[in-house]
Nanobody, 112 residues
């Protein structure tokens, strides 16, 4: 199953965006899925994780601002991002863990 992120764009600081992740096949059996981001010059980091049980885990940098969710009936995963900061600017990717193929990602730019 390959996952592809979409929904990025340009937003002002303090604004919100909702990213979507579409799967090429069923996701109900995938135990762990996550959202990652990579800013220029930085390593790719995982910012949010969701388990099959719907337990969620967040990086400290986004805790309280981002919400990850999954819809096994629609084979999608989402990332609601609120109170965005310029340092959230990055290309965002979705993937399962262990990793499958990486999609193109979607660019999120937060202006100050």
């Amino acid at each position: 199953v390959q996952l592809q992120a979409s929904g990025g764009g340009l937003v002002q600081a303090g604004g919100s965006l909702r990213l979507s992740c579409a799967a090429s096949g069923p996701i109900f059996s995938i135990e762990v899925m996550g959202w990652y981001r990579q800013a220029p010059g930085n390593k790719r980091e995982r910012v949010a994780t969701i388990l099959r049980s719907n337990r969620t885990i967040y990086a400290d940098s986004v805790k309280g601002r981002y919400t990850i969710s999954r819809d096994n009936t629609r084979n999608t995963m989402s990332l609601q991002m609120n109170s965005l900061k310029p340092e959230d600017t990055a290309v965002y990717y979705c993937n399962r863990i262990p990793w499958g193929p990486w999609g193109q990602g979607t660019l999120v730019t937060v202006s100050s």
